[in-house]
């Protein structure tokens, strides 16, 4: 760390909701290849329009949902609604991470616990965490996270409904399909936002749409349960950070955001800032995790029962 903090200070602190979020400002940022694979065409867009073997039926399909999208968007059926937030912090203990009530940073409003990386590597590369991508407090430098819930899905459920009393199960399941691609567009096309204007550590960024699916940018936004950072009960927190609620968004018991069709997720700016898997990790952070979380060692076993190195 330099004596320079790494990125600047967001254009506000504290939260923003983006209610009733135009719909076609997000069609762009659609990444078409995800909605063929739900219907187990598996070929990347656009290519996929002229394979010999998938074109014809990935072309009816395309044109089924340009159609369907248009009767969203003219219709005004699916609603979509945000909410963003950035808060001061630092780290300690090289994996706690204390979000802090103002600039003064004397008072933390909560902590959020990253999971370290502990597979053998290579000889010069680091088992990452991502509180390694946060100024430590020791460096006396000002650094921030930030945060964000997405949803293009208020609505769908009637929508749903009338297609399932017409018997329209292709309908159903391309209206489901439709509504996931737009919450991960309204993700992208915000995250973009936030780079360009909202925290504006990219003013100058200019990419396309294919550098925006291939991820040329600066930062990344982890949502927890992504393979770096496993652990679901961290949307807790940062529900709870976010108000989320004032979206429309909640968690259910098993973590599942609803609506559906939504996206949530941390922002880290830094220029190093990636994405990593996790991979296994041994009883002594699990035990450290929950012990330092506040909770039952077995839950957290639970939610982490894919990445232990051991049996539990």
Wanted: hydrophobic letters at 40%; proline letters at 7%.
């Amino acid at each position: 760390w330099g004596a320079q903090p790494p990125v600047p200070r967001p254009s506000f602190l504290g939260t923003r909701v983006f209610d009733d979020y135009p719909l076609a400002e997000l069609v762009p940022y659609i990444d078409w290849t995800p909605f063929f694979h739900t219907w187990e065409l598996r070929a990347a867009y656009p290519r996929i329009l002229t394979d010999a073997t998938l074109g014809p039926a990935a072309r009816a399909l395309f044109a089924d949902a340009q159609t369907m999208l248009a009767e969203i968007i003219d219709q005004q059926l699916l609603t979509a609604r945000a909410v963003v937030g950035f808060w001061p912090v630092n780290t300690t203990d090289a994996d706690t991470i204390h979000v802090y009530a103002d600039e003064y940073r004397q008072t933390e409003t909560t902590r959020l616990y990253t999971l370290r990386q502990q597979g053998l590597k290579a000889p010069g590369l680091p088992n990452l965490a991502f509180a390694d991508f946060l100024a430590p407090a020791e460096t006396g430098l000002p650094d921030y996270l930030g945060g964000f819930a997405v949803t293009a899905g208020h609505g769908l459920d009637a929508l749903v409904a009338k297609f399932q009393a017409d018997h329209d199960e292709y309908r159903v399941i391309l209206a489901k399909a439709l509504a996931d691609r737009l919450a991960e567009a309204f993700a992208e096309r915000l995250h973009e936002r936030v780079r360009q204007e909202l925290w504006g550590y990219a003013p100058a960024e200019h990419l396309t749409g294919d550098d925006l699916i291939q991820e040329k940018y600066q930062g990344v936004r982890p949502a927890p349960g992504y393979p770096g950072c496993p652990d679901h009960t961290g949307k807790i927190t940062l529900f709870e950070l976010l108000d989320a609620t004032r979206a429309g968004i909640t968690l259910t018991e098993s973590l599942a955001m609803q609506p559906a069709a939504a996206v949530s997720g941390f922002y880290y700016a830094h220029p190093q800032s990636r994405y990593f898997g996790l991979g296994r990790i041994g009883r002594d952070q699990v035990e450290d995790i929950a012990a330092r979380k506040g909770m039952e060692f077995t839950e957290l076993e639970r939610w982490l029962a894919p990445n232990l190195n051991y049996e539990a």
